[in-house]
């Protein structure tokens, strides 16, 4: 019976705590101290989806509230972790699957979590630049950002 209820605890406290890793993802300290338990526990799940591959939650990963800031920052540097993750080619795949408008901001994101972010752990900030870490990423997103969209076709006829 103490068995029970010792997994019982331990299970639940596990579940009802905020965490600042999910799959090895760090989470800085900014967006996860300004985080309910419920908005850490959605963005662990994005992160978890989309390190398998899921351009849905990529999206949602995108538009996830950050704050301002360093909590955007931060929001940067679990995207460039991704990427890093996944691969620059595998990361790509997703994105180019998804449409256009539900890409604003991920440039900026990704810029500022490289810049900022401490990507390889050595404890300061990494100062990377899109250009040299992920050339590919960017010409996609260059590319995407200059497709026509139906609308813009409309209002030039």
Same mark, same amino acid.
């Given at each position: 019976?103490?068995?029970?209820?010792?997994?019982?605890?331990?299970?639940?406290?596990?579940?009802?705590?905020?965490?600042?890793?999910?799959?090895?993802?760090?989470?800085?300290?900014?967006?996860?101290?300004?985080?309910?338990?419920?908005?850490?526990?959605?963005?662990?799940?994005?992160?978890?989806?989309?390190?398998?591959?899921?351009?849905?939650?990529?999206?949602?990963?995108?538009?996830?509230?950050?704050?301002?800031?360093?909590?955007?920052?931060?929001?940067?540097?679990?995207?460039?972790?991704?990427?890093?993750?996944?691969? &620059?080619?595998? *990361?790509?795949?997703? =994105?180019?699957?998804?449409? +256009? #408008?539900?890409?604003?901001?991920?440039?900026?994101? /990704?810029?500022?979590?490289?810049?900022?972010?401490?990507?390889?752990?050595?404890?300061?900030?990494?100062?990377?630049?899109? &250009?040299?870490? *992920?050339?590919?990423? =960017?010409?996609?997103?260059? +590319? #995407?950002?200059?497709?026509?969209?139906?609308?813009? /076709?409309?209002?030039?006829?």
């Amino acid at each position: 019976m103490k068995q029970i209820v010792l997994i019982l605890v331990i299970g639940i406290n596990f579940t009802s705590c905020k965490q600042s890793k999910v799959n090895g993802i760090t989470i800085g300290n900014t967006l996860y101290e300004n985080q309910t338990l419920e908005e850490n526990q959605e963005l662990r799940k994005l992160v978890r989806q989309t390190l398998n591959k899921d351009q849905n939650a990529l999206v949602k990963l995108n538009d996830f509230w950050c704050g301002e800031g360093a909590g955007c920052y931060d929001l940067g540097f679990i995207l460039t972790q991704i990427v890093y993750r996944l691969g &620059e080619n595998d *990361f790509n795949t997703m =994105l180019k699957k998804i449409d +256009t #408008k539900h890409l604003v901001g991920l440039e900026s994101l /990704i810029k500022v979590g490289l810049e900022y972010g401490d990507n390889n752990q050595d404890g300061k900030m990494d100062n990377n630049k899109f &250009e040299t870490e *992920f050339p590919e990423l =960017l010409n996609i997103l260059n +590319t #995407k950002k200059q497709e026509k969209k139906p609308n813009d /076709i409309l209002l030039q006829n």
